[in-house]
């Protein structure tokens, strides 16, 4: 058994290389964003909670989520959420929005931002079945 997982490591070791242009992994990423975001952002569109909604973030300008009431610092900021702009705010957003009110110290880890920007980039309508199905939301948030 022991043997087995060693030879596993050792393949993994020896590709790690390989992949490591397109590193970012999402689905890692998604386990990030639920213990470090989920409890005040929904990655579902048009859900805000404590926070504005993470869906359709990247790419998006600061302060502009429908029906949320965001700071005057947050709203003024004049940002559009590159992925680099997402991951120098995600290390230290009271330092890249001064004021905001997002009660968050950073997240300090380089590849967790890596992998939770990725799962963000995701978050959007031409990514899903949704855009194969246009107005489907009636009925109940698929929220969990
Ligand atoms: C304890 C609650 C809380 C946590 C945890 C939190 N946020 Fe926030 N976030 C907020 C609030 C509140 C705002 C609105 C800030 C304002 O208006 O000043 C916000 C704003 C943001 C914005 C700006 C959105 C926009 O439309 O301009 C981004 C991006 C963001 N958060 C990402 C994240 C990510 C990614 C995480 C996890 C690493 C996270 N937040 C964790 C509460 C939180």
């Excluded at 790690?16 to 890692?28: L, V």
């Excluded at 700071?71 to 004049?78: E, L």
């Excluded at 004021?99 to 899903?128: D, E, Q, V």
Aim: glycine letters at 12%; hydrophobic letters at 40%; proline letters at 7%.
């Amino acid at each position: 058994m022991m043997k087995k997982i060693g030879t596993m490591l050792g393949a993994f070791l020896l590709l790690a290389p390989i992949g490591a242009a397109h590193a970012a992994d999402a689905a890692a990423g998604k386990q990030v964003f639920h213990s470090q975001c989920a409890m005040c952002h929904s990655d579902q569109a048009g859900v805000n909670k404590i926070g504005p909604s993470l869906f359709g973030v990247v790419g998006r300008h600061t302060g502009s989520e429908p029906g949320y009431d965001y700071s005057v610092a947050n709203k003024n900021a004049n940002i559009v959420w590159t992925p680099a702009e997402l991951n120098l705010y995600i290390n230290h957003p009271q330092k890249i929005v001064p004021g905001t009110k997002m009660p968050y110290g950073g997240l300090h880890n380089a590849t967790k931002r890596a992998n939770l920007i990725a799962f963000l980039a995701t978050l959007k309508k031409s990514n899903s079945v949704a855009s194969a199905a246009p107005g489907p939301k009636a009925g109940r948030p698929s929220n969990g």
